[in-house]
């Protein structure tokens, strides 16, 4: 069943109508229904089609994503929120049309307690934004997924990154939530205790709940302190299963690895060509130990020689902070670099994460597969986690490279799930994939169900993500 | 209002008898209702007085678990979940009657991944269970409240204990948890991946729930490896505020301690009547540290650098396993030597967390509360993490002793909540800490209301527990 139809939500005209004119009334230039300004708030980075909401709100506060959320309850329309559109399976598509609520508008940073090394922002604060107003406190937020996404939108889609190894993903970093409900309330989820067993864990359940639940509109998060010494390197392999078992050694030992990155031969390719890193081609690990001037000399020096005992290395590390910053950025310019090896595509970014002691079987079937399908398809991955993407590079407008596109993300999911793994490390479920969500957790859905229904009864939030309309 | 008055369930005493008469003919032996057996499965820790179940279910298996909610839902009788009996807040208790479930039967270690650093384990095993299975492993699990609790009921009352700081608490530490619900499904949460962004985070969501939401049947944890080298000691404080300032530092600077204890005047006098410790009459911390031999050895030397600069110290440690041991089974020791204080008294176990900034304000103002209240109660801390227990010696045979105990608790899990804390940083709500959930988390209650009616709309899960019956 195409992705469109699975993810159908009705909707409902005569409410619309009625919300856009009071919205109009109420926030004047603030409110938006130019079709330009409609598309960009549902732009994907991925391939999923464009479902434009009716209108976009450019909310100030809180208060006002209140006023918003309680016009649209009211008349039963959807409200999406929206914080800088770098999701990447559809998270901020409008299926019933609806409101866009963009929150970039709430961008103060609301406290920063340096004794208890957290602060509060609100929701449409960036990760680049916090870490600038934090460089003169000797704190950072770890927490990177590349883009620089806002923190609602990194909370919303429980996001990670490279050195969620580490720092662990916003599951691990987010205290607090304050949040609007689908009845227009507002709630806040904990206090600033660093540990609590009072009550249910709401914002964890607020946490990846990609705004089907209540839009944030502020949140405490964990900061830390900037490590006193950074050291990191890279190192090639002769296979992915090479890499993978060093992997798994350095984990089972203890190695507080800050960062330890895969990236494959294709991948490695892009690079050369993008950033001119001049690696060999095949298999290589980026990574990179925080701590200590000790601490990181003696990390990179135990990681050497496990990499020596699986065949890898020369291990190449350094501590100046130039080179590492060169490398780090070509790998974050993976993305780039892959769309680069084949001009004028379009990209799909996917993402599953199996158990580690199975990454390496479950990225040379994914590999193979890739090769029979005819497909141009870069990997890299945050493998300390057994999280990994495929960047598929594909012409939308050939019918059949998007249907074996379409066919090869399923078989991905299905590996990684036949793998005790799960369809999305990273990038959430949104609308890409709905239709998997069941097949990896069951009946549990149906309890994910229950909760959507008892705290949004009129099915106002952010319809049709997570929730694939016909059972599979 | 009296706490019995605020946990008050309806009893159906037309399905309870119903459900007495299926169970004996189903389990037998295994289904008991005399009144010892019964009494043991209310027995709390503490002083919350006992409510008996109706009959105690001795279950094998997770099919076994269902079957018995299953019944037990026909006729709306409430089930109550039972590990060790080792809970705080009277979460064993039941204030409607109903059927114990007594989990120590499910006692099988289903599997270690030693690769993946994780294991899956029936909720009835023990902290020591498996921590004695893993002996030879070269792995461990790491949280520790003290007790020899089962760990499905470690998950479900959020526990944690003296190194949390380090490795988190059980909500950081289980991955995937397999429970039976409200109408007799079982559901699993999640998959063995590290992490993921598939749909809203059940897993947490029933870490915590204390059996209100589902009864958890197995759980998948994750494993560390045993450090290569441990150090500890123990260091004199001019003060609690000097003492806290040093944790402050300690955490700022990065450094992983992995337990980090205050132990306050009273609770060295303790220790030194019972476990003849020598140590000096005023606040001190215990710490320990684990990494590698190098490792250890450089955080020991900052945390003595540090310590010196508040005045503490001489801050002694040793990397001898013998030693740190018997300074650690001192501090495990605690609760009894505290008791040995009062010779005869009964002990109530109480637990705040707040912000660490705010810790020594805190644990002061509680200090001059109890010398004001004429009560004797010690004081420890699991400070990393801004979380400390009070334990009240009391008479519980001396109405006037009570109520100003209860009245202390009061005031000490208000003035947490006024510091941005939490009344309960481990110990859960269950009933002794229900009236403070509202007071500490307001609308978000609500919210916990609607998921509980959602998944259990006849309340048969633990009923009574977390939730005040009387909004306060």
Known sequence: ??????????????????????????????????????????????????????????????????????????????????????????????????ISIDLTGLNRIISVNAEDLDCTVEAGVTREDLNTYLRDTGLFFPIDPGA??????????RASGTNAVRYGTMRDNVLSVTAVTADGNSITTATRARKSSAGYDLTRLMVGAEGTLGIITSLTLKLYGI??????????????????????????????????????????RSLNNYSKLGLPETPHLFVEFHGSDVGVKEQAETFGEIVAEFGGGPFQWTSVAEERARLWKARHDAFWAGMSLRPGCKAL??????????????????????????????????????NFHVLVLMNPDDPREVEATE????????????????????????????????????????????????LDPHNIMNPGKIFSRVAT
């Not at 158990?355 to 991955?381: F, K, N, Q």
């Not at 709905?434 to 957790?441: G, H, I, M, N």
Request: aromatic share 2%.
């Open 1 to 98: 069943m195409a992705l469109a139809e699975l993810q159908a939500v009705a909707r409902n005209d005569a409410g619309i109508l009625m919300v856009l004119g009071i919205l109009k009334q109420r926030l004047g230039e603030r409110f938006q229904t130019g079709e330009a300004i409609r598309a960009q708030h549902a732009h994907t980075t991925t391939y999923i089609p464009a479902q434009l909401p009716d209108g976009v709100a450019f909310v100030q506060s809180a208060a006002e994503v209140q006023d918003v959320v309680r016009i649209c309850a009211a008349h039963r329309v959807p409200v999406i929120p929206f914080g800088t559109g770098t999701s990447l399976e559809g998270q901020v598509n409008a299926p019933g049309g609806g």
């Open 227 to 268: 490590p006193q010494a950074i050291s990191g390197g890279v190192c090639p392999f002769p296979s992915v299963d090479a890499a993978c078992q060093a992997v798994i050694a350095t984990i089972q030992m203890g190695i507080p690895v800050a960062r330890i990155e895969l990236v494959n031969t294709l991948s490695v």
């Open 349 to 386: 970014s996917t993402d599953v994460c199996v158990p580690i002691s199975r990454l390496a079987e479950c990225i040379h079937e994914t590999e193979e597969d890739i090769a029979a399908s005819g497909l141009v398809a870069p990997i890299v991955g945050h493998v300390g986690d057994g």
């Open 407 to 454: 066919a090869f993300v399923a078989r991905l999911n299905m590996r990684a799930i036949g793998m005790e793994g799960t369809c999305t490390g990273e990038h959430g479920i949104g609308q890409g994939k709905a239709e998997f969500l069941p097949r990896e957790l069951g009946d549990a859905v149906d309890v994910m169900r229950a909760i959507k229904q008892g």
């Open 148 to 157: 620089n996404a806002s923190l609602g939108g990194m909370a919303s889609t």
